[in-house]
């Protein structure tokens, strides 16, 4: 098996509040692989989200140690965090994602030129990319031009677009209806999987975890159940909904 | 756009894409750049309109009676002064000055004017730009000075009539116009020059003066013959000749009645005027930097820099200040063609350069305030991640 893209070993997170701890992540371990799409299910509170802006080096971890693609986050200094983020995770979050003000194309160019990309060579990479994702037609659309569902797979794209090793993605069927929320996760699947990269998913909806390849389930900080074959996902999605 | 750096494309697209917004904060920058430039133009006008003659002084330093607080108005100097005082080592040469009031009759509309008297060829009396100087010993020949003959019309070759009021009566001496000089307003008044003999004839005066044909001069200008050497020269007069002080012309300008109050007014405007630039540019900057914060944080979590923020945030302030700066100097250039002459406004390049760089430096610094804000968003908080 490749080197695994992410790798997660005793993460402790916590908090204190009101004086008390609070353990929002509880020594918890687990690796991504090259090409793998993992779900973070769990319900609110259960620490999916604290883990992720962990993962994304946003948040600093209390204990253990988290390896992007090989690099140690403990060992990173603010400008070096920045230059990962940039560089090697792809970001969708639940709303806000998208700038106001820039077209379709230009958003995902954004991570293009932050990473020194050629803006034609980029330019054209992009434009294929949200051809894939169907919006061929829209790449001079405003965001406010577009619809929930559509301005997701720009946020996919933008994601994607810099060939990221991890992708993390923040609820990114929050906004969306259940038929445009499937086929959003499908296409995010369709294209971690081409592209090699490790994508991770949050998502308090079970049903979206059919098109991944792993499920992990969270509770008080802990995970606490973990499904990796198909029949015990797609079990666990038909059971959601 | 295509090879502009991260956060000057950012903020330029920004900027374009919400032109209108934009614009009404570059025009609210125009109408105080209009302000600004108007301030320090009329600053400059009534500073010239006073002072503008002394200004003008083809001299270093400035000699009054002693104890006259360098006031003009306060000198009279003794007849032995001019002597004792051309007599010193180091002065190149020195002219007095002679100083009043006085009123042109004879154009449409009475003129009030500053009658000045001076020695062609010494300091004190400007350089003749055409026709030529008057003749002393009491000719009744002038000279007026450029802003005198563009609001009287009066031409080479004019006669003029004065009238002054010595004791009891009013008395009206006929003048002719022989030569005119550049723009030598003071006290607010446009000059003109005769011999020093006939300003003394002329002046108004009180009854007691009128029984004495002497004329007193109020100040000597005095040029050094070594540009360096001003301040020894001026302690060598100062130790040598009874009865005076001496100033150079700043000093001399500033101590003109009411010169350096007026200046502080139009300064204060001006600050004030600017300080209000630095509160509007900043409390829209402010608010602008409250509404995106879920997109800054947005692109501090996908990898730009605090500092590419804080520069975006910079460059932003920057065009839409010089829009603003760039509008505000046109428009103050059209209203300017359409203002009398009688408005003094004088356009200087030093100050409208000067007024143009602090209007320029308002914009970071109203929105250094933004900028830092911007800065300092965790995007986390931004994203309510946490």
Redesign the interface.
Same mark, same amino acid.
Request: hydrophobic share 35%; proline share 8%; glycine share 12%.
């Given at each position: 098996m490749k080197k695994a893209v992410l790798e997660v070993l005793d993460l402790v997170k916590t908090f204190m509040v009101d004086g008390a701890p609070i353990h929002a992540v509880d020594h918890v371990s687990f690796q991504v692989h090259p090409g793998e799409f993992v779900g973070l299910v769990g319900p609110s509170g259960s620490g999916k989200t604290t883990l992720l802006s962990i993962l994304a080096a946003l948040l600093t971890p209390t204990a253990g140690e988290v390896l992007v693609d090989g690099h140690k986050l403990s060992k990173m200094d603010e400008g070096d965090r920045v230059k990962l983020r940039r560089s090697r995770i792809g970001f969708t979050f639940q709303s806000n994602n998208l700038i106001p003000f820039l077209t379709a194309q230009e958003n995902v160019d954004v991570m293009l030129r932050l990473n020194g990309w050629p803006v034609e060579r980029g330019g054209r990479r992009t434009a294929d990319l949200l051809s894939r994702l169907g919006l061929g037609d829209h790449l001079h659309f405003m965001p406010a031009q577009m619809s929930g569902g559509q301005q997701q797979r720009v946020a996919i794209a933008r994601a994607l677009v810099h060939d990221p090793a991890l992708v993390l993605a923040d609820e990114p069927t929050a906004a969306l209806d259940s038929e445009r929320a499937f086929q959003v996760v499908e296409t995010f699947a369709g294209l971690i999987h081409e592209r090699g990269g490790g994508g991770i998913m949050v998502t308090h909806d079970l049903r979206m975890c059919l098109h991944v390849d792993r499920v992990l389930q969270m509770r008080d900080g802990r995970i606490v159940a973990e499904h990796a074959t198909k029949k015990e996902i797609v079990a666990l999605a038909r059971a959601a909904g | 756009m295509?090879?502009l750096s991260?956060p000057v494309?950012?903020a330029l697209?920004?900027v374009w894409?919400?032109r209108g917004r934009f614009l009404l904060l570059s025009l609210v920058i125009a109408l105080i750049t209009l302000l600004v430039l108007f301030i320090a133009a009329l600053g400059e006008g009534l500073a010239d309109g006073n002072r503008q003659y002394i200004g003008n002084l083809d001299a270093e330093l400035v000699v009054f009676r002693e104890k006259s607080d360098y006031i003009i108005s306060s000198s009279r100097l003794e007849t032995g002064t001019l002597r004792a005082v051309r007599r010193m080592v180091g002065l190149e040469n020195a002219g007095p000055i002679y100083f009043s009031a006085t009123e042109i009759t004879s154009t449409a509309l009475p003129i009030k004017v500053s009658l000045l008297a001076a020695e062609p060829g010494y300091p004190g009396m400007p350089t003749v730009a055409e026709g030529r100087d008057f003749r002393g010993g009491g000719s009744k020949e002038v000279v007026i000075d450029r802003n005198l003959a563009l609001r009287s019309g009066l031409h080479i070759g004019d006669g003029l009539v004065v009238r002054s009021t010595q004791g009891p009566e009013d008395r009206f001496s006929d003048l002719e116009v022989v030569g005119i000089v550049g723009g030598q307003s003071y006290l607010f008044q446009p000059s003109m020059f005769v011999a020093a003999e006939t300003w003394e004839q002329i002046r108004p005066q009180t009854e007691a003066d009128a029984r004495d044909d002497t004329p007193y001069p109020h100040i000597l200008a005095v040029r050094v013959s070594d540009a360096g050497a001003v301040e020894q020269l001026r302690s060598s007069l100062l130790a040598q000749v009874p009865k005076i002080e001496v100033a150079d012309v700043a000093t001399t300008i500033n101590n003109i009645p009411g010169y350096s109050a007026q200046q502080a007014t139009i300064q204060t405007q001006g600050f004030f005027t600017l300080l209000i630039g630095i509160m509007v540019i900043g409390g829209f900057f402010q608010i602008q930097v409250l509404q995106k914060v879920? +997109?800054i944080?947005?692109?501090?979590?996908?990898?730009?820099?605090n500092s590419a923020v804080g520069m975006a945030a910079v460059v932003q302030i920057m065009v839409v200040t010089a829009i603003g700066v760039g509008l505000g100097a046109f428009m103050t250039f059209l209203f300017s063609l359409g203002f009398p002459p009688t408005v003094p406004l004088t356009f200087n390049g030093v100050s409208v350069a000067a007024s143009v760089l602090a209007l320029m430096l308002i914009g970071p610094v109203g929105g250094l305030v933004s900028v830092i804000y911007a800065v300092r968003i965790e995007?986390?908080r931004a994203?309510r991640? +946490?």
């Open positions: - | 295509n090879g991260f494309y950012i697209k920004e894409r919400n879920p +997109q944080g947005v692109l501090k979590a996908i990898g730009s820099s995007p986390l994203l991640l +946490q």
